[in-house]
């Protein structure tokens, strides 16, 4: 037996009637496992962050002194990894040039694999909020075993 029929014994022994989910959504890798196919990908937005309209700024500076991450540069271009989108900007500035917007945070996918279905997701690269995106992941997969009549939702967790 070579090392994919060990696997596809375990997982077939594992999921007669089952929905994988991968909850590692900073580190997800079920997928090189179970080769999955693409059914839905899905955008996960979570927070805000500020977008600065240059026409209506009048360069006055009162939004740079407010942030203490140097979110926005001297020359008043937003830093959308530095920007933690508490919106004092937005406030701030008086001449309403800033706007927050809806930040993406990463991408949620329900896959077809000869294993059953799988739901996964990857959180962007310095991206907050795993918890809430892992929500996204656990109720999407629940959502499919109730809807297929599957006896169980298989989940591979974050290490830790």
């Not at 375990?10 to 196919?37: R, T, W, Y």
């Not at 997969?141 to 591979?156: H, S, T």
Request: proline residues 4%.
């Amino acid at each position: 037996m070579n090392r994919q029929d060990n696997v596809d014994f375990f997982i077939c022994c594992l999921s007669k009637n089952a929905v994988f989910a991968d909850c590692d959504v900073d580190a997800a890798d079920l997928h090189i496992i179970l080769e999955p196919g693409v059914i839905e990908k899905h955008e996960f937005s979570c927070g805000k962050i500020a977008v600065i309209d240059p026409e209506k700024c009048n360069r006055c500076g009162v939004c740079i002194s407010a942030h203490r991450f140097d979110a926005i540069s001297k020359d008043f271009v937003e830093d959308p990894l530095s920007c933690e989108g508490c919106g004092v900007c937005f406030h701030i500035c008086p001449s309403k040039a800033i706007k927050m917007e809806v930040k993406i945070s990463g991408e949620w996918f329900i896959l077809k694999t000869k294993y059953g279905p799988f739901v996964h997701a990857k959180l962007g690269i310095a991206e907050e909020n795993s918890g809430k995106l892992i929500s996204v992941v656990r109720q999407n997969a629940q959502l499919i075993a109730k809807k297929e009549n599957r006896d169980l939702v298989i989940i591979d967790g974050s290490p830790g």
